[in-house]
């Protein structure tokens, strides 16, 4: 069986956690490929509710095995923390696998990380603070910690004095900040070495094996495809690569093994951070979204920005991941509006565009083109079939996946496991 891939096809926070969950028990392995404890994941398993940074949410699962590529930047501390909470509450966390290629993320990661932001000042990024964007900077500047680099002492002792040498010129003379121990880091780092030891694995080498003898994988992204360092709202993006491309580079799995890219699309439109975004509300519309969306990041614990659906953007998303499908989420927050605004297209500079333009400077200046549905009133959380949605709610989803590009496979009509329309299988 090849390999299905799962991202959000906004700018993250879609309900992915949602949607993979529920296909938990279908697949043999869930793997998250790229992002850190920056992203977050909403599970709701009946009565209980579980929020993810930085594992898969396949853990939940206990048939599946939970899967930690290399593309993922690991905050060791962040990670037992997650590991100790789900082992409180009776999760058996014991199948997950983590690569040994994976890179680390160091105290002095999440120290520039503030530093940098706080420097921005009006300028700022809106990053989450916990050192993500510096690892993934080590890591293309070929001076980042590995997991298997703590199983060396001495090239873990070279590597952390490398990194410093630098770090500490642009903390002590640029931020005025105190310079970091080389010896501290390395001592702080090996505490985690024996815990993380049962975990670590040659990850590709087991995904691979296991898509030979027929086992079902599922990969995992973080955040969305509008935050992707290449094909997102750059430069207020994340610092790796959400969209299907990166399931490839982030798990040693080629593209060739690759049958159904799922895109996870909300039923209105967030986001969190800065950055452009056309069709944002300020009015009890937008409050109204966000409080009946329970619109708070998981991880960062910010309210999110709301808007209407934009159809261009998932248009877009359909085009850079070669979506074969959609998830749509949280149709039933929508319950109560007599009418439905819809972005179809934007204007720039008074000539309508129909796509997402690829200039910062026009996305920055778009104006949504709205065309108005009418809404629904009837509770729809209830509804086990299509049919069983309102006829104008079945309208608004016709409506959304004819603007998409892609058909939509299944609807979330509430936050439970169980709350979920299944149009195609996509397994």
């Known amino acids: 069986m090849p390999a299905l891939v799962l991202l959000g096809a906004q700018w993250g926070d879609e309900g992915k956690g949602k949607a993979t969950d529920l296909l938990g028990g279908s697949v043999d392995y869930v793997v998250r490929y790229q992002g850190g404890n920056n992203a977050g994941h909403t599970v709701v398993v009946g009565d209980q509710k579980y929020a993810l940074h930085l594992l898969p949410s396949g853990i939940l699962t206990p048939e599946c095995t939970p899967v930690i590529g290399n593309g993922v930047v690991v905050d060791p501390s962040v990670l037992f923390s997650e590991l100790n909470g789900l082992n409180e509450r009776g999760v058996d966390t014991s199948k997950l696998m983590i690569s040994g290629n994976a890179h680390l993320i160091t105290s002095y990661n999440v120290t520039v990380d503030k530093v940098t932001e706080r420097f921005l000042g009006k300028r700022k990024i809106g990053t989450t603070g916990r050192g993500i964007g510096p690892t993934y900077a080590d890591k293309i500047n070929r001076t980042g910690i590995r997991i298997q680099d703590l199983y060396d002492e001495s090239i873990l002792v070279q590597k952390v004095e490398a990194a410093l040498e630098v770090k500490n010129q642009l903390l002590t003379k640029l931020y005025n900040r105190r310079a970091i121990e080389a010896g501290q880091v390395v001592e702080e780092l090996l505490t985690f070495a024996d ?5 670590v694995a040659d990850t590709t080498l087991i995904l691979n094996n296991a898509l030979d003898d027929g086992k079902v994988v599922l990969f995992e992204g973080g955040q969305g ?6 094909h997102g709202t750059y430069p207020f993006v994340t610092s790796s690569n959400p969209t299907a491309g990166g399931a490839c580079t982030g798990t040693g799995v080629g593209p060739t093994k690759i049958s159904r890219v799922i895109g996870i699309l909300k039923a209105y439109t967030t986001r969190v951070g800065a950055g452009p975004f056309p069709t944002e509300l300020f009015d009890e519309d937008g409050e109204a979204l966000r409080r009946i969306g329970g619109e708070r990041g998981v991880t960062t614990g910010r309210d999110r920005r709301c808007g209407w659906f934009d159809a261009p953007i998932a248009r877009y998303a359909t085009r850079v991941n070669g979506l074969t499908d959609f998830f749509l989420t949280k149709l039933d927050v929508l319950t109560g509006w007599e009418e439905i605004p819809v972005c179809v297209a934007y204007e720039i500079d008074g000539k309508r565009v129909e796509e997402l333009p690829y200039s910062q400077t026009d996305f920055h200046h778009a104006k949504p083109i709205y065309e108005t549905l009418p ?9 086990k079939t299509f049919a069983d949605l309102p006829k104008n709610a ?15 496979s299944a609807i979330g009509v509430g936050p439970g496991r169980t709350e979920t329309i299944e149009i195609n299988s996509f397994i």
């Not at 079945?394 to 939509?408: D, F, H, N, R, T």
């Open 225 to 230: 495809t509008l935050l992707d360092i290449d």
């Open 375 to 383: 809404g629904w009133s009837e509770d729809i959380t209830k509804a």
């Open 394 to 408: 079945q309208s608004y989803v016709k409506a959304l996946e004819e603007m998409s590009g892609a058909p939509i």
């Open 195 to 199: 815990r993380l030891k049962p975990y």
